[in-house]
């Protein structure tokens, strides 16, 4: 079983709408979790980090659920400069490096 | 700040040929990674430096594949001999500490 999964998509949706990604880890002892953006031909680029309480930044929301080790993305009022592929990335088991899903692409239409 | 610095920005190379690829990290940042992502695996770790010291490098694919990091500001990645399955985008990143860590513009290897 990969580390992280995600639903690779992609995902179509209209200028805004609401979307959300999922994401599950198989390491219980992760302790360190993160959303990162990649756009075509870019390098990936961290979007938010994923705290235990959830955290919102802007239109962004992430949550973490321990128990069932799954871990969202909530984007609102979607933007056409969303349009990119989200990676789910958790820390592995030496702590340090992080393991990355293989991404959930979106593209927001007008 | 420059960022992560890495080149060549694009390689191509005929196989049996050796590569080697540059990182410059952030000033600062003591965790070093190189990864390498492909449509069909996505980004996979192949080593992390700490403190310049290699810490993990199971996910080198191979003998073929090494990595140095002679000082804190800077990281080779070497492949000889190349071969067409080696091609590619290579990353590097660096962080500090447990933080999500900032990753260079890749460099675009092909191997033909």
């Known amino acids: 079983r990969k580390e992280v999964e995600q639903d690779p998509g992609p995902f179509n949706v209209p200028e805004g709408a609401t979307v959300a990604f999922n994401c599950t880890y198989s390491?219980?002892?992760?302790?360190?979790f993160f959303w990162y953006r990649q756009d075509c031909r870019k390098e990936p680029k961290l979007l938010m980090s994923v705290y235990s309480s959830g955290n919102e930044d802007g239109r962004f929301t992430a949550q973490l659920n321990r128990a069932s080790q799954y871990i969202s993305l909530l984007i609102r009022d979607s933007k056409l400069s969303d349009s990119a592929t989200y990676l789910c990335?958790?820390?592995?088991?030496?702590?340090?490096?992080?393991?990355f899903g293989k991404g959930t692409s979106l593209l927001v239409t007008p | 700040d420059a960022g992560v610095i890495q080149s060549p920005r694009h390689e191509v190379t005929e196989m049996g040929q050796e590569v080697t690829l540059r990182c410059k990290p952030i000033s600062g940042h003591n965790s070093l990674f190189w990864y390498r992502q492909t449509m069909m695996r996505g980004l996979e770790l192949l080593i992390y430096f700490n403190n310049n010291v290699p810490i993990d490098d199971s996910g080198m694919p191979e003998d073929r594949f090494s990595a140095k990091m002679p000082n804190a500001s800077f990281s080779t990645l070497k492949i000889q001999p190349s071969e067409p399955r080696d091609s590619a985008v290579y990353f590097c990143?660096?962080?500090?500490?447990?933080?999500?860590?900032?990753f260079g513009s890749g460099t675009r290897l092909t191997v033909v």
């Open positions: 990335v958790v820390n592995s088991n030496s702590g340090y490096a992080l393991n």
């Open positions: 390491n219980s002892a992760s302790q360190s």
């Open positions: 990143a660096s962080g500090r500490d447990d933080y999500g860590y900032t």
